[in-house]
T-cell receptor, first 109, second 117 residues
């Protein structure tokens, strides 16, 4: 079993839909990262959080440390949101990240 | 702010040659840089951690003599793939951690796609 599990693996949504991507982890963490990887491969850091909730534009990330679970929400989804979303946890050991396998999101018109 | 660049973005080389990939933090100093490798449809895998002025720490299974890492300054780390083979073809990504502020922050480069023919 992977230390970081994401669901769903693939997600197709219509433009405007509210999207939720989930991340569960089995280890103690210092921080959790949500990353976005576009088809070209480049990675953008969306959020880093260790408690509570963060919001940036249409993106919201939450984390529940007790339940070892985090969610990434996208409101009013748009085709440009199509990408792979990756959850990564920092276990506090020299900031080494452990990555989930990613959720491939496709938003259609 | 917090921009990390990589050069080149794509490189094709012949089997047996060496390739150098640069990772630069453009607007901050990075005491620690990380090198990752990503095969198609797979997640990122950490190869090594480099701290400025000291030897890199390699993950288990990563050959340090094949993947040479140099972190000579607070804004530059290089990864040299020596005697490259087709199985080294992959997407290589670096990230950089600032030495100040939130200790868990990391900023990722855009990646370098290496193809060995």
């Amino acid at each position: 079993k992977n230390e970081v599990e994401q669901s769903p693996q693939n997600l197709t949504a219509q433009e405007g839909e509210f999207i939720t991507i989930n991340c569960s982890y089995s280890v103690g963490i210092s921080a959790l990262h949500w990353l976005q990887q576009h088809p070209g491969g480049g990675i953008v850091s969306l959020f880093m959080l260790s408690s509570g909730k963060k919001k940036h534009g249409r993106l919201i990330a939450t984390i529940n440390i007790q339940e070892k679970h985090s969610s990434l929400h996208i409101t009013a989804s748009h085709p440009r949101d199509s990408a792979v979303y990756i959850c990564a946890v920092d276990t506090g050991t020299a900031s080494k990240l452990t990555f989930g396998t990613g959720t491939r999101l496709q938003v259609t018109l | 702010g917090a921009v990390v660049s990589q050069h080149p973005s794509r490189v094709i080389c012949k089997s047996g040659t060496s390739v150098k990939i640069e990772c630069r933090s453009l607007d901050f100093q990075a005491t620690t840089m990380f090198w990752y490798r990503q095969f198609p449809k797979q997640s990122l895998m950490l190869m090594a951690t480099s701290n400025e002025g000291s030897k890199a720490t390699y993950e288990q299974g990563v050959e340090k003599d094949k993947f040479l890492i140099n972190h000579a300054s607070l804004t530059l780390s290089t990864l040299t793939v020596t005697s490259a083979h087709p199985e080294d073809s992959s997407f290589y990504i670096c990230s950089a951690a600032p030495g100040t502020g939130n200790p868990f922050e990391q900023y990722f480069g855009p990646g370098t796609r290496l193809t060995v023919t």
